[in-house]
């Protein structure tokens, strides 16, 4: 899926992310990309990669609007502009 953007604030929707945990310090070997690379606190014998393929993102979680806050603030703005639902 191609990435949205916010009608409101233009913020970009986030990518479409797994997480996967290998051995201790191991690199990660497989053919996507690494977002993110965190090796827990002592004790914990492991590495997590957080992996994205490069064109995936999620979907914009309230329509064409990141929040309901932009949601609310761009149905403000129209109803300043004059804007209003007419009744058939």
């Known amino acids: 899926m191609n990435q949205q ?3 409101n604030c233009g913020k970009g929707s ?3 992310v797994s997480t996967v945990s290998c051995g201790h310090k191991q ?3 497989g053919n996507l990309i690494v ?3 965190r090796h827990p606190w002592f004790g914990e014998q492991y590495t997590e990669y957080t992996l994205w393929d490069g064109e995936s993102y999620q979907h914009n979680q309230y ?3 990141c929040t ?3 949601a609310c603030d761009f149905a403000q703005a ?3 502009a004059g804007y ?3 009744s058939s």
Do not use: E, I, Q
């Open 5 to 7: 953007f916010c009608a």
């Open 68 to 70: 309901r806050r932009c």
């Open 27 to 29: 690199p990660y070997d």
């Open 78 to 80: 129209a109803v300043r």
């Open 35 to 37: 977002v993110r690379t």
């Open 63 to 65: 329509g064409a609007f």
């Open 14 to 16: 986030a990518k479409a």
């Open 84 to 86: 209003a639902r007419t």
